[in-house]
């Protein structure tokens, strides 16, 4: 199980936590893991969570925005 620390939790927001619990396996993109923590069959329901060093630095509904926002993340 991993446990990352969520910086986007609002207090008064249903399912928000600050620390998100998965039993996803994690992609790994250039430096930085991807969790594909909740999967649906509704469009745009999926949501990939990008991880560095612990913390969520992102939160994506596709696999391709992640790694996306990962590139943008180190080339601004």
Request: with cysteine.
């Amino acid at each position: 199980m991993a446990l990352y620390k969520n910086p986007f939790h609002k207090k008064g927001y249903q399912d928000s936590s600050p620390v998100i619990a998965t039993e996803a396996i994690p992609i790994i993109y250039k430096g930085h893991e991807i969790y594909h923590r909740i999967k649906s069959n509704t469009p745009g329901g999926n949501v990939f969570d990008i991880v560095k060093d612990g913390t969520c630095v992102g939160m994506n509904a596709g696999i391709n925005g992640a790694k996306q926002k990962i590139d943008l993340l180190l080339n601004p």
